[in-house]
């Protein structure tokens, strides 16, 4: 099993306060059957944000403690990348981590609105070759019962892209 939305790296917006809790975490990740997770930490978050670097650092400690204390779990890098502007931009040039280094984006959506210039940059990330995965069905929802008209135009570019 492979999770793809994780807060584990310690230290860190939602993760855990030490590295030996993150460790407890993925050897209890392992216990329950996941063979790979992919570390999603906040990006441009209004609480928090981690940036490129430290994420890929992390993660590289984190798999030779993996090694170390023989755990077998793959780690990979990502960001929960918080919708704004210059996010297309952004993920051009490597500065948030895509799931796993491959054209998937997981996209985090403003709480309560849908800004008017959502629609243009995720019609710009999936001219780049990036899937956005909006992952809150919640949020989602929210958002689309406030603002129909707004999001429909959102909901038909992502019905119309293919996974795979």
Request: hydrophobic share 40%; glycine share 4%; with cysteine.
């Amino acid at each position: 099993m492979i999770d793809i939305h994780s807060h584990l790296l310690w230290n860190e917006d939602d993760g855990p306060a030490t590295m030996q809790q993150t460790i407890n975490m993925l050897q209890k990740a392992v216990d329950e059957g996941i063979s790979d997770i992919i570390t999603t930490s906040h990006f441009q978050h209004p609480l928090y944000s981690v940036n490129f670097n430290q994420v890929q650092n992390k993660v590289n400690l984190l798999q030779m403690e993996l090694l170390k204390y023989n755990i077998p779990l793959k780690i990979y890098t990502g960001h929960e990348a918080r919708l704004s502007p210059n996010l297309a931009q952004l993920v051009k040039t490597f500065e948030v981590h895509t799931l796993a280094n491959s054209k998937y984006l997981l996209l985090e959506l403003p709480s309560y609105s849908v800004p008017l210039y959502t629609f243009h940059i995720v019609q710009e990330l999936l001219k780049d070759g990036i899937t956005p995965i909006v992952f809150c069905k919640i949020k989602m929802q929210r958002i689309a019962m406030k603002n129909t008209e707004c999001c429909h135009p959102i909901f038909l570019l992502f019905s119309r892209q293919r996974i795979g």
